[in-house]
Nanobody, 115 residues
């Protein structure tokens, strides 16, 4: 069992920045693919970004060039740096720890982009 706790969500103005963090309770953190997903009201949950290593990342087209995913295996933490935020980025952001057969999920953190 892996417990994931997200933090960093907030209300921010368009064009602003936020950094989300996700702390994982597992000593095998480095073996998991870590990901950020988001779900806006009335929409399905969607991929934002995933990371295996710093050289192996995947981003949704909608966030490429604006968001950066990173991980610190010594701290069992994955981050999502979000720049140039837009109203369309408003959603609950979820952290996920993934193996080939299973995914663990956090409770989510709210990001609201509004003036």
């Amino acid at each position: 069992q892996v417990r994931l706790v997200e933090s960093g969500g907030d209300l921010v103005q368009p064009g602003g920045s936020l950094r989300l963090s996700c702390a994982a309770s597992t000593r095998f953190f480095s073996t998991y693919r870590m990901g950020w997903y988001r779900q806006a009201p009335g929409k399905q949950r969607e991929l934002v970004a995933t990371i295996i290593t710093s050289d192996s990342t995947v981003y949704a087209d909608s966030v490429k060039g604006r968001f950066t995913i990173s991980r610190d295996n010594a701290k069992n933490t994955v981050y999502l740096q979000m720049n140039s935020l837009q109203s369309e980025d408003t959603a609950v952001y979820y952290c996920s720890a993934q193996t080939t057969t299973y995914s663990y999920w956090g409770q989510g953190t709210q990001v609201t982009v509004s003036s």
